[in-house]
């Protein structure tokens, strides 16, 4: 669709998402709390449709794929076995004078603090698992972690999995969860955050086969974003150096978007090889290997690892649908019009009912029609202003479709359907609204 705005500036989006109800600061009256966000009507909305999205699209339209929720604590020795309580650090550096502290990889080589000009100590490991306790006493013996990763709730259950679900290679494993990383240098709205939600499929494959299945699903995940409305040249791939690979990967790629700030990662897509089935194997004395009937032979399985954020889908997917669009392009003066112009099913809301007023012949037929209306559609009822700003403020949230009852329809029992991107209008029979919906929302699935 035409835009005229090539990237938004981060103030207006910031600016929108506390106005309308996309994201708020979380505990803002207590003075809030560094890198916590709490997502409101619309935010909520908004990462609801995106991971039903990505759900949708990584199981239920594939035959190869099922899902699982693990839980958020898990035995402590999980963590040790994937390496990540020896391994999973960042090199950390803090300012001699004012003290502030900064993840190495974020520095300039060469450079001082980026806050006051001071020296900095030399780099440090420091290891970005929260630490908490389980049971009445706090002490190492009932030490847990809060996972950084929901992956190893996979790993741990695969041989459930494959056994409840009868697969064969290749298949794979979905989840959607909560992640914690104590992150050093937190920022940039809800992009690095210390809480926030990850979307992973492990997908497991014979050994010789993994190069072949990782640039299958690079190109897959890249379509879905393309697919759901973020534009192509927002985004790019970036393959991993040697020298950057996890201990456990073998290749790497990711999937970066073109944020206002510069390009960050998206997606990470990874082949893990055998290492974490061999690790957990041998270090809990199960058998996670597989057994290859048509080969006729036992051995573990290599690991493909998409793995994404929803939080950082989430606002790229808003970055990338805000417009700004003059009412009149030949005039001096034109108004601007804000629109969010979400794909469909990305949409907070995919209708909303107007009445023109809130004239009492009319409000009666109004609220049958939205009843009618949300028993098929995330649907909002709004009467409040002028018609005109109600119009302006749907499209600032995104919806799609907005329905108008006025006074003709207590006659010819039709409304007006009007298109968020066209702004066209069409008059349709309040018996056909529903299916007339349906048409065009399903129209770019």
Same mark, same amino acid.
């Given at each position: 669709?035409?835009?005229?705005?090539?990237?938004?500036?981060?103030?207006?989006?910031?600016?929108?998402?506390?106005?309308?109800?996309?994201?708020?600061?979380?505990? %803002?009256?207590?003075?809030?709390?560094? #890198?916590?966000?709490?997502?409101?009507?619309?935010?909520?909305?908004?990462?609801?449709?995106?991971?039903? #999205?990505?759900?949708?699209?990584?199981?239920?339209?594939?035959?190869?794929?099922?899902?699982?929720?693990?839980?958020?604590?898990?035995?402590?020795?999980?963590?040790?076995? !994937?390496?990540?309580? %020896? !391994?999973?650090?960042?090199?950390?550096?803090?300012? *001699?004078?004012? /003290?502030?502290?900064?993840?190495? %990889?974020?520095?300039?080589?060469?450079?001082?603090?980026?806050?006051?000009?001071?020296?900095?100590?030399?780099?440090?490991?420091?290891?970005?698992?929260? +630490?908490?306790?389980?049971?009445?006493?706090?002490? !190492?013996?009932?030490?847990?972690?809060?996972?950084?990763?929901?992956?190893?709730?996979?790993?741990?259950?695969?041989?459930?999995?494959?056994?409840?679900?009868?697969?064969?290679?290749?298949?794979?494993?979905?989840?959607?969860?909560?992640?914690?990383?104590?992150?050093?240098?937190?920022?940039?709205?809800?992009?690095?955050?210390?809480?926030?939600?990850?979307?992973?499929?492990?997908?497991?494959? +014979?050994?010789?086969?993994?190069?072949?299945?990782?640039?299958?699903?690079? +190109?897959?995940?890249?379509?879905?974003?393309?697919?759901?409305?973020?534009?192509?040249?927002?985004?790019?791939? *970036?393959?991993?150096?040697?020298?950057?690979?996890?201990?456990?990967?073998?290749?790497?790629?990711?999937?970066?978007?073109?944020?206002?700030?510069?390009?960050?990662?998206?997606?990470?897509?990874?082949?893990?090889?055998?290492?974490?089935?061999? /690790?957990?194997?041998?270090?809990?004395?199960?058998?996670?290997?597989?057994?290859?009937?048509?080969?006729?032979?036992?051995?573990?399985?290599?690991?493909?690892?998409?793995?994404?954020?929803?939080?950082? #889908?989430?606002?790229?997917?808003?970055?990338?649908?805000?417009?700004? %669009?003059?009412?009149?392009?030949?005039?001096?003066?034109?108004?601007? @019009?804000?629109?969010?112009?979400?794909?469909?099913?990305?949409?907070?809301?995919?209708?909303?009912?107007?009445?023109?007023?809130?004239?009492?012949?009319?409000?009666?037929?109004?609220?049958?029609?939205?009843?009618?209306? @949300?028993?098929?559609?995330?649907?909002?009822?709004?009467?409040?202003?002028?018609?005109?700003? @109600?119009? *302006?403020?749907?499209?600032?949230?995104?919806?799609?479709?907005?329905?108008?009852?006025?006074?003709?329809?207590?006659?010819?029992?039709?409304?007006?359907?009007?298109?968020?991107?066209?702004?066209?209008?069409?008059?349709?029979?309040?018996?056909?609204?529903?299916?007339?919906?349906?048409?065009?929302?399903?129209?770019?699935?």
């Amino acid at each position: 669709m035409p835009r005229y705005l090539e990237q938004p500036e981060m103030g207006k989006i910031l600016s929108l998402s506390k106005r309308r109800g996309f994201v708020f600061q979380s505990s %803002e009256i207590y003075g809030g709390l560094n #890198a916590t966000w709490d997502y409101g009507p619309l935010g909520v909305e908004l990462k609801r449709n995106v991971k039903d #999205a990505w759900w949708r699209s990584v199981v239920h339209e594939r035959d190869d794929v099922v899902g699982l929720d693990a839980a958020i604590l898990m035995n402590p020795q999980v963590w040790v076995t !994937s390496g990540h309580v %020896e !391994s999973f650090s960042d090199p950390l550096v803090e300012c *001699r004078e004012c /003290h502030h502290r900064f993840r190495l %990889e974020d520095l300039p080589e060469g450079s001082g603090c980026p806050d006051c000009g001071g020296p900095l100590t030399d780099p440090r490991q420091f290891n970005l698992m929260f +630490k908490t306790f389980m049971g009445p006493t706090e002490d !190492s013996a009932n030490q847990v972690y809060l996972r950084p990763e929901t992956a190893q709730g996979i790993f741990v259950n695969f041989a459930n999995v494959l056994v409840s679900s009868r697969r064969k290679l290749p298949f794979g494993i979905a989840q959607i969860g909560k992640a914690f990383r104590n992150e050093i240098t937190p920022g940039n709205f809800t992009f690095r955050t210390r809480e926030f939600e990850q979307m992973e499929i492990e997908y497991f494959v +014979k050994p010789g086969t993994d190069d072949e299945c990782l640039d299958a699903w690079v +190109k897959e995940r890249m379509a879905w974003y393309i697919r759901y409305g973020i534009r192509e040249e927002n985004l790019r791939l *970036r393959r991993h150096g040697e020298d950057e690979l996890a201990h456990y990967a073998r290749d790497c790629y990711d999937i970066q978007y073109r944020f206002p700030w510069g390009w960050g990662e998206l997606e990470g897509i990874a082949n893990r090889t055998d290492y974490d089935l061999r /690790h957990h194997g041998e270090a809990s004395g199960d058998d996670l290997s597989y057994f290859d009937d048509a080969a006729k032979e036992r051995y573990y399985p290599y690991v493909i690892e998409p793995s994404g954020g929803v939080d950082r #889908a989430a606002l790229a997917f808003l970055l990338d649908a805000y417009d700004e %669009e003059p009412d009149s392009p030949t005039a001096e003066k034109a108004d601007v @019009r804000v629109v969010l112009k979400f794909h469909k099913d990305i949409a907070p809301y995919k209708v909303a009912l107007l009445p023109l007023s809130r004239n009492e012949r009319l409000v009666p037929t109004a609220r049958r029609v939205f009843e009618m209306v @949300r028993r098929r559609f995330a649907a909002q009822y709004d009467d409040s202003q002028s018609i005109g700003r @109600r119009y *302006r403020r749907q499209d600032e949230i995104g919806t799609p479709y907005c329905v108008t009852v006025d006074f003709d329809t207590l006659e010819d029992e039709a409304v007006t359907i009007r298109d968020r991107d066209t702004m066209e209008q069409e008059r349709v029979p309040i018996e056909g609204l529903v299916g007339a919906l349906a048409d065009r929302l399903d129209k770019d699935r």
